[in-house]
């Protein structure tokens, strides 16, 4: 994969090897928030579960995945030093 290496028109290319680490980074931020989001669901439609009330679900998921969109636009619109 030519990350940052001269296209056929002499130009570099957009985004850096870091930009891409953090790029994975993000990705598996969001990922792990959308784990957290899931589960908890009923076997009986006629009972309701409280568990989809839980601190996990409501707070910590929606943070994690807005952490991993700030990630993503960091590692989009950042510019990072070439290693």
């Known amino acids: 994969m030519a990350v ?3 296209d056929d028109s ?3 290319m957009a985004i850096t090897r870091k930009g891409l680490k953090f790029m994975i980074v ?3 931020v969001m990922v792990a928030g959308f ?3 899931s589960g908890g669901g009923s076997k009986d439609p ?3 579960n409280y568990a989809m009330f ?3 679900r409501l707070v ?3 943070v994690v995945i807005i952490c991993g969109i700030v990630i993503e636009a960091v590692a989009i619109m950042g510019k ?3 290693d």
């Open 54 to 56: 839980d601190f996990r």
């Open 46 to 48: 006629e009972v309701f």
């Open 4 to 6: 940052n290496k001269k």
């Open 10 to 12: 002499g130009r570099k």
């Open 60 to 62: 910590a998921a929606p």
């Open 35 to 37: 784990i957290l989001l």
């Open 80 to 82: 990072f030093k070439e």
């Open 26 to 28: 993000g990705l598996l």
